[in-house]
């Protein structure tokens, strides 16, 4: 029996990082009724294997909440669920009647807003958030939308106390999830320096750095002293050593030496399909 079976939850989001918590908690066991407009949601035009992957298993329900219509079938969902994930400006979640809903049904309420306080109706995506908090390395776009992913991972870990507080007999936990807080959050490698130029974790040290073979690329991760130990004395100290050595042999030799002497050596492969 999973955690959260008998658990419905609601999702009335689209893009990330919604959608992918509520992947998690269908994961978890919860049965999960995804709510989308007539247009449906624009990650499946955008990267439609992902959408597939994220709502498998999921009650997938198009309905236009502008009309009396929809607004109707939405009430009777909720009525049959205990947790509603949110993910839009608070004005919006107004117009629609959410607040009053989730208090007169006692549901736990996930909300992910872009921003909080005074900027709580600015509007924002996950581009937005990594500019703001030095993520970016212009004019580079980011390959991984950390904010968002960050923001998903809030957003589960937010669900779990909003239904344990529903649980207990609360009138429904309600949690907000602020994306530029998990931006900030998901900076602070770089803030304090970490993975800053020439930081730690940013080619500070020889020993943690991404090197070139014979054939392609290995990460090298010998951050602590036994492992940092192990490869001085069997592939070299100091960055041109390193350097060196490693182009004269292939990737895979690379990858067992590691594995053969416990070093933290992996092949830099391309994005998993």
């Not at 407009?37 to 709502?55: H, I, K, Q, T």
Request: include cysteine; charged fraction near 25%.
């Amino acid at each position: 029996m999973k955690p959260l079976a008998g658990t419905t939850a609601v999702c009335l989001a689209v893009n990330l990082p919604g959608p992918l918590a509520a992947a998690r908690l269908a994961a978890l066991g919860a049965r999960v009724v995804k709510v989308e407009p007539p247009e449906g949601d624009p990650l499946a035009a955008a990267a439609p294997d992902w959408y597939r992957e994220l709502v498998a298993g999921q009650d997938v329900v198009a309905l236009d909440l502008r009309h009396d219509a929809g607004r109707d079938r939405f009430a009777e969902i909720l009525a049959d669920a205990g947790l509603l994930i949110t993910a839009m400006r608070l004005s919006a979640l107004a117009r629609l009647g959410i607040p009053e809903a989730v208090r007169r049904l006692r549901l736990a309420h996930v909300e992910i807003v872009g921003f909080a306080g005074d900027d709580a109706e600015r509007p924002g995506h996950d581009l937005t958030y990594q500019a703001l908090h030095g993520l970016l390395s212009p004019p580079s776009m980011p390959r991984v939308p950390v904010a968002d992913l960050l923001g998903a991972e809030r957003a589960v870990s937010a669900a779990l106390l909003a239904l344990l507080e529903r649980e207990r007999g609360g009138d429904g936990g309600h949690v907000r999830v602020v994306l530029d807080d998990a931006g900030r959050d998901a900076a602070a490698a770089v803030r304090h320096g970490l993975t800053a130029p020439g930081g730690v974790l940013a080619g500070g040290l020889a020993g943690y750095g991404v090197y070139a073979t014979r054939d392609g690329f290995v990460a090298v991760a010998a951050l602590e002293r036994p492992f940092a130990q192990r490869l001085a004395a069997h592939v070299g100290l100091t960055r041109e050593d390193l350097a060196r050595r490693f182009t004269g042999e292939t990737t895979a030799h690379w990858v067992r030496l590691g594995r053969d002497l416990d070093i933290p050596i992996a092949e830099v492969r391309g994005p998993a399909g």
